[in-house]
């Protein structure tokens, strides 16, 4: 995929596609609860479609995705089938690591897969604490293929997240369903907490408190959820506004949950103009317009209690650092190597072919801001990796080339179409 300079400023004003972590537990939680869950704004890239293709084949039937919307009959939390395969999780972390939490809860035997990728993965963050509850679940060196072997009797446990992780946090919660007692999860990093709200609009017996996510085994009744657009998503088209001079966008219906507007406390910090307007909620998540325009950004040092809220949106913000007067960095972000690339590693080769001084930190970076030129930078396969090269591109002095950028339809498989309605020029191949 080739990205230009941008010739204009980017402006509009555009819907990006359904949250990721929502699509995701919107078809794992609806399936598993009794009646019909109907889903508006499902995002229908590969990651979710192999969750929703994994309860397929197990006997859940789902219709959809059109238009971005699903439905899903639900069969109650023991009303799966043993899958005919071994379950395929594609590239998708989400549907490995959550789907786990629920396997172990089911009277039958499974195997999980995935790509090259996510087989590199770690998945004893989730095995290990799922067999302090009486799952027995074996791993390959500590990453997939997973095999789970069904009919155990789970027990609640009290367990503090040794990282933050809102998989892992969200996988013990699902086995909590199946388990006897309460289940508690405690965080010092607060992460995502999207399964906690899903599971209160489905009335699971679920329990929030400060630093506190408590379940007990119990069902769920289906529901109607709209699902907001993915502030990931948005990520990369706030970036592009701030970084284009003369740009004014607007980004409608962008889901804002607390634990997730990591992004724009960053960027804010750093200078850029970002306004929330209108807000309301869908369900239990807020939701809001908003308006970005260009403003001269300088580096910062960002504090690390805001990192697990902004996890996902490190590879943008090192382009706006890239960017920005003065120099940025980031520690105590070691989490950015287990995914689905080495995002430190794949950031700062390319920020330095594209003529950036970007040092690898260990456990984060620092860039010092300048002046992009063009070149040819690996994706490494990894979707974010891809769309933040691309956004690059748009404010570097000449085109920049990104390599296997297949990987963008896991997560925004209308990117480049969106993209090109904004005034960036970016050419597919
Ligand atoms: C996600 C949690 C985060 C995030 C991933 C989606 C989720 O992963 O990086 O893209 O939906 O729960 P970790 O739990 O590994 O931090």
Request: proline share 5%.
């Amino acid at each position: 995929m080739r990205s230009l300079p941008a010739t204009s400023p980017v402006s509009g004003n555009i819907i990006v596609p359904g949250d990721k972590s929502i699509s995701h537990r919107a078809i794992m939680l609806g399936a598993i609860a009794e009646g019909i869950t109907s889903v508006r704004g499902f995002l229908d890239g590969e990651d979710c479609l192999m969750t929703l293709r994994a309860f397929q084949a197990m006997g859940v039937h789902i219709d959809g995705p059109t238009s971005q919307c699903v439905v899903i009959h639900g069969v109650g939390k023991y009303g799966l089938q043993k899958p005919q395969q071994i379950i395929d999780c594609g590239n998708s972390g989400t549907t490995m690591r959550l789907l786990a939490g629920i396997l172990v809860g089911q009277a039958f035997d499974s195997q999980l897969t995935g790509d090259e990728s996510l087989c590199t993965r770690p998945m004893e963050r989730i095995s290990q604490p799922l067999m302090q509850m009486g799952a027995e679940i074996s791993t390959t060196n500590g990453c997939a293929p997973l095999s789970i072997y069904g009919g155990k009797t789970l027990h609640g446990i009290r367990y503090t997240m040794p990282i933050a992780s809102a998989q892992v946090k969200s996988c013990l919660l699902l086995a909590g369903l199946y388990a006897h007692g309460e289940t508690c999860i405690i965080e010092s990093k607060p992460t995502r907490d999207h399964t906690e709200r899903m599971m209160s609009t489905l009335s699971y017996p679920i329990h929030q408190a400060e630093n506190m996510s408590m379940i007990t085994s119990g069902n769920g009744v289906g529901t109607e959820i709209i699902v907001p657009g993915d502030i990931s998503a948005a990520a990369f088209f706030i970036v592009a506004a701030t970084i284009i001079p003369g740009s004014v966008l607007q980004i409608k219906q962008v889901g804002l949950n607390n634990t997730r507007i990591g992004i724009i406390k960053i960027l804010q910090q750093m200078g850029a103009d970002i306004t929330i307007i209108k807000t309301e909620m869908y369900g239990e998540e807020l939701v809001g317009d908003l308006i970005v325009k260009y403003a001269p950004i300088r580096g910062i040092v960002i504090p690390e209690a805001l990192v697990p809220l902004a996890i996902d949106e490190f590879p943008i913000i090192f382009i706006a650092a890239a960017c920005a007067e003065g120099q940025t960095v980031l520690r105590g972000a070691r989490e950015l190597r287990h995914k689905e690339s080495d995002r430190i590693l794949a950031m700062v080769q390319g920020l330095q072919t594209l003529g950036i001084d970007a040092e690898d930190l260990d456990d984060g970076v620092l860039i010092r801001g300048g002046s992009l030129h063009g070149g040819t930078v690996d994706s490494y396969m990894d979707h974010r990796i891809a769309m933040s090269f691309v956004i690059a591109g748009a404010a570097a002095s000449t085109p920049v080339t990104i390599l296997n950028t297949e990987s963008i339809k896991t997560s925004f498989p209308n990117f480049v179409q969106l993209a090109n309605t904004v005034n960036l020029n970016i050419m597919p191949f």
